[in-house]
């Protein structure tokens, strides 16, 4: 669901036996959507893959839905914003729909509108996210819906997983330890930045889209890296809307890859990264970290 | 660690087979935590307690850690400050020494001052928090420490209870659910209003300290229900602490329980709370939510 989140990426993960999914933006070209499943099946081939839209964005621009449809996904994200008006059109098309929830109340839309799996994401996610941390939120959102739930924001580890697969998820989520894998769209700077960050540096803010003019629905904030962008702007919102000294800062220290104003995307996980490995390293040190956890929970029970 | 534990509702959770802990506020006078050492052995005679200080508050008043230490309680948590200067006091009087930790970085702090038990307190908490989800800190600290870790912070049914215990945490610290409690030092109109809150409607702010010009250190603010108040000043900080007619207005409402300016203090598992319960039965029924899950944990990985 991030820049990051290219073909490749989704490639490796999904022959790594997850599901890999594309993300895309709000103002993508159609065309790259179709690119990144080529890239997808250039090294995945026929197996599963997902893509993850904004209900918002596809609201504004359908050709977004029509090209992910196209693409032959096995399932597409729906999240940020009403999926109502989409499932049928992705459910004739013989794809799964997925959901992205931030609250009980959105849980409730996402169920009656009728997506096939929720993912309950918490505001320690990176990218745009709400406000509920994860382990509340999906409590929360199992004991609401009758689907399958899956957890998202801040799982990395082993311990992460297990705690959400013992809280009765159907599975984990997983972004920002991604971020540092070799199959990501990150920069050598970025991950660089990423490496050297900590749990408690990133912010969740709407500063970066402020500055681009990209209208996230307000209860979305992004989180992200803090730095000196948005240690500025933070509560000053409207002035940087109507700023375009700050906006073309932005742009310009985004082209040098200064990341003290230009913005990276992350969750708090961000914390827990050490080292840049192949994603599917990364992903089966989280599994093989939970399945002694798992085997040995009944244990705490003496 | 909220107004709301009382001797009372620690006395319930002890005789309930948990550790019950008496809150402190910064301003207390010595004289009432012994009263509350009172009421917890009047109902609970010579089970175990605890007492939550902050250590920012001890450093300025250490005559609050004399008056803890003069109630024989089992544990003093210290927490929201370096806890190092007062480890070997509390020691030497022969009681544990709890601290509550809010990123990396504190954990080492406090496991380094000679603690006993390190408890990971993610920004879901209700009261006073840091900004890191409860589920990335507990990945976070638990791989950082030696120590034993408890997870505190959005816990509050046997799914949270489960996922934290299969994380590899040592316990739970549970706080909000206890907000609704039959021996809670809560009134009944404050009882209504967490009983409607949901998981979206708290705030992390530092408002309600500016107003009653509390000295919490600004890396803490308090998660509260969000209201009128916090609407108005969230962002306005400094200009509030400048304003003498909101500080009154805040006393003045209070003292009315008028809760649309004055504040109650709850965490984001305020959204599963429902009836007000004697504290042994939400207790156990967290328990025994927890205990099939983590007896059937292992049955995911098929």
Redesign the interface.
Known sequence: MSPAAGGRLAAALSNAGALGIIGTGSRDAPESILRDADDFRASAGEKRFGIGLMSWAVAARPELLDAAIAARPFAISLSFGDPTPHVKKVHDAGIQVISQVQ???SALVAEAAGVDLIVAQ???AGGHT???????????V??AVKLPVVAA?????G??L???????AAGAWIGTPFLVAEEARTSERARERFLRS???QTTLTSVFDRAQDIPWPHEFRGRALANDFSARWN?REDALSASPDAKNELLEQKRKENYDVAFLYA???V??LHAVRPAADIAREIADGA?P??????S??G
């Open positions: 609250t009980r109340a918490g505001t320690e709400g406000d509920v941390g994860t382990l509340p939120l999906l409590q929360i199992l004991d924001g801040g799982i990395a580890t311990r992460g297990a705690a959400v697969l013992a809280a009765g900590d749990e408690s509560g969750g708090q996980s914390g827990t399945e956890l798992l085997r040995n929970a009944a705490v029970l």
